[in-house]
């Protein structure tokens, strides 16, 4: 059980900004109480919240975000943070702003508490259009849970209370954009024309994978791969050097070299794929706690290959290959590629997230190799 200390002495419902130690534990702790009921919800490591909401968290390079806990009957009973992400402004205007980390009992009341707050704190930083929730940005977690509510998330994607697409609603927020979580069987089979497809370019496309004795070296081509296929998508912000290294670092004591395959077009790097295997497995049965025994629950399951999901969370195609028949086989190329090493690892089923509901080129792939989508998240936006 998660114990969330009292909020300020008063039975009137308040909002405290996040300033001290003890602040940030009620806003880490918020989701036990929002989610104490649905056994679909995976408890985060309380661990990497904790640094994840740190000072060392490299979003704030070019970023700033504040955090609220509302409290209700003297218990926290929700949370909220805003954030002015600089790279964003630089590509899409000086007045835009984010929400984010979004969590609220089902009360409407502490919902505009919460919202409020985090709206006046972006005006006074001159955002007029606001988008969320960004978890700090979108190249972390982001968005509401609109469908799928019937399953359990995959490692890094959110979970959501049904509730809140209606809250945001009804303070005027408005669908911005959909995203789609995707799952398909690992020994899946592509059609023979998509077998014919990579087959006609295979002399074209030299495969690899990651070369773990140069790891600074091969996050900066991801890197630069996934900046330049993501370049022309709804919201894109670029991942900075550090940000990618933070990714990098977190993977490399997770993930089998073969996990992250990169492909190559006489000898530039074109396409990447970086499959993980779905630690939400393991998460679930840990209740936050990554101390003292759950890091040997974690590594005691990863070798002996009991967790049977995976997710892939990254994947680009270079953009001067969109649109064309080489960029589907480089793309149909590493998405087959991490096969073979999953289902010796007992990896059984996959979820490939998230595809933005206007990427057609991509979903299209998708459903050519018999893929499907079963959920589906969403980005509100609202004009101050």
Not at 227 to 234: G, P, R
Not at 339 to 365: F, Q, T, Y
């Amino acid at each position: 059980m998660t114990f969330l200390r009292k909020g300020p002495a008063t039975d009137a419902l308040t909002v405290k900004p996040v300033m001290s130690y003890r602040d940030m534990s009620d806003f880490i702790n918020v989701p036990w109480q929002i989610y104490q009921d649905d056994p679909r919800w995976v408890p985060p490591l309380r661990l990497e919240r904790r640094f994840h909401f740190s000072k060392y968290n490299p979003f704030l390079r070019h970023g700033e975000w504040q955090a609220w806990v509302a409290y209700k009957h003297n218990r926290p009973a929700g949370r909220i943070s805003a954030q002015i992400d600089q790279l964003h402004r630089e590509r899409y205007g000086d007045d835009t702003g984010h929400f984010g980390l979004l969590e609220c009992i089902n009360d409407a009341d502490v919902f505009n508490a919460l919202i409020l707050h985090a709206e006046a704190w972006l005006a006074i930083r001159h955002a007029h259009c606001i988008t969320g929730p960004f978890n700090l940005s979108i190249n972390q977690e982001c968005g509401i849970l609109v469908e799928g509510f019937d399953t359990p998330p995959f490692v890094m994607m959110p979970h959501t209370a049904d509730w809140y697409p209606q809250l945001l609603e009804l303070h005027g927020y408005i669908p911005a954009k959909d995203l789609f979580a995707y799952k398909i069987a690992a020994d899946f089979e592509p059609p023979r024309i998509v077998k014919q497809l990579m087959q006609r370019h295979a002399h074209q496309i030299q495969l690899r994978s990651l070369n773990r004795e140069q790891l600074t070296r091969e996050m900066e081509i991801l890197r630069d791969i996934f900046n330049d296929a993501w370049s022309e998508n709804w919201g894109f912000v670029p991942f900075t050097e550090a940000e990618f290294a933070e990714l990098g670092n977190s993977l490399k004591y997770l993930v089998h070299n073969d996990y992250i395959q990169i492909a190559e077009v006489d000898g530039l790097p074109s396409a990447f794929i970086a499959a993980l295997p779905n630690l939400n497995e393991v998460f679930g049965e840990l209740n936050g706690r990554l101390l003292p025994f759950g890091w040997l629950k974690l590594i005691r399951k990863l070798k002996r290959h009991e967790i049977t999901t995976a997710r892939i969370p990254l994947m680009g195609v270079r953009k001067q290959f969109h649109n064309t028949s080489l960029g589907m086989a480089l793309a149909c190329t590493v998405i087959e590629a991490p096969k073979k090493i999953g289902l010796a690892h007992g990896i059984r089923e996959v979820e490939l997230s998230w595809i933005l509901e206007d990427n057609l080129p991509m979903r299209g792939i998708l459903k050519k190799i018999g893929s499907e989508a079963y959920k589906r998240y969403r980005i509100y936006g609202k004009t101050l």
